[in-house]
T-cell receptor, first 113, second 115 residues
Framework: AQSVTQLGSHVSVSEGALVLLRCNYSSSVPPYLFWYVQYPNQGLQLLLKYTSAATLVKGINGFEAEFKKSETSFHLTKPSAHMSDAAEYFCAVSKTSGSRLTFGEGTQLTVNP | EAGVVQSPRYKIIEKKQPVAFWCNPISGHNTLYWYLQNLGQGPELLIRYENEEAVDDSQLPKDRFSAERLKGVDSTLKIQPAELGDSAVYLC?????????????FGPGTRLTVT
């Protein structure tokens, strides 16, 4: 069975600071990995996905994530936080393309001025 | 391109009443998903359709929940009767199956409150 653990349900950073949101996964097969963002009262928007073509994945809004198989991690980073980045972020894994997504509990990111 | 459309956006009902949610996926997307999102948690899959066929409904509480996807396009999710614990956001998503990694596109969700 697959599972996702997001370390830290709440992360607070200052505007302009580095954003680091942690995600560890467990999967019996090479997984497909995703990061989604959810703004209040909205659905989930895909930030980036791991395609196995490269371990460093670049997404929208300046976010990127690095797949580390040895650490079973897929942490999300952004060099400089912006106020508009404040939202909830979910890491997700699926066994095959198009199959069910298993989500982590989410990390609420707060950006302080 | 229009996104995934869901209605209603909000619904308040009394317990034991029936309720239905509607989803229209992105045009051409043959895979449709219903997820349940409880407050402060990540979404959990209820059911996945490939065209008209439900191919993954292992997490759907079939005693009170039902879903259909007639003609392989729109879908309806129904709860009868609703319980207090059903209060949550119901998200619909769609994707295009085939070669490659196809991401799921989510609708805005229906927020259900059962009183």
């Amino acid at each position: 069975a697959q599972s996702v653990t997001q370390l830290g349900s709440h992360v607070s950073v200052s505007e302009g600071a580095l954003v680091l949101l942690r995600c560890n996964y467990s999967s019996s097969v090479p997984p497909y990995l995703f990061w989604y963002v959810q703004y209040p009262n909205q659905g989930l928007q895909l930030l980036l996905k791991y395609t196995s073509a490269a371990t460093l994945v670049k997404g929208i809004n300046g976010f990127e994530a690095e797949f580390k198989k040895s650490e079973t991690s897929f942490h999300l980073t952004k060099p400089s936080a912006h106020m508009s980045d404040a939202a909830e972020y979910f890491c997700a894994v699926s066994k095959t393309s198009g199959s069910r997504l298993t989500f982590g509990e989410g990390t609420q990111l707060t950006v302080n001025p | 391109e229009a996104g995934v459309v869901q209605s209603p956006r909000y619904k308040i009902i009394e317990k034991k009443q029936p309720v239905a949610f509607w989803c229209n996926p992105i045009s051409g997307h043959n895979t449709l998903y219903w997820y349940l999102q409880n407050l402060g948690q990540g979404p959990e899959l209820l059911i996945r359709y490939e065209n008209e066929e439900a191919v993954d409904d292992s997490q759907l509480p079939k005693d009170r929940f039902s879903a259909e996807r007639l003609k392989g396009v729109d879908s309806t999710l129904k709860i009868q009767p609703a319980e207090l614990g059903d209060s949550a956001v119901y998200l619909c998503a769609s994707s295009l199956s085939g070669q490659g990694i196809h991401e799921q596109y989510f609708g805005p969700g229906t927020r259900l409150t059962v009183t």
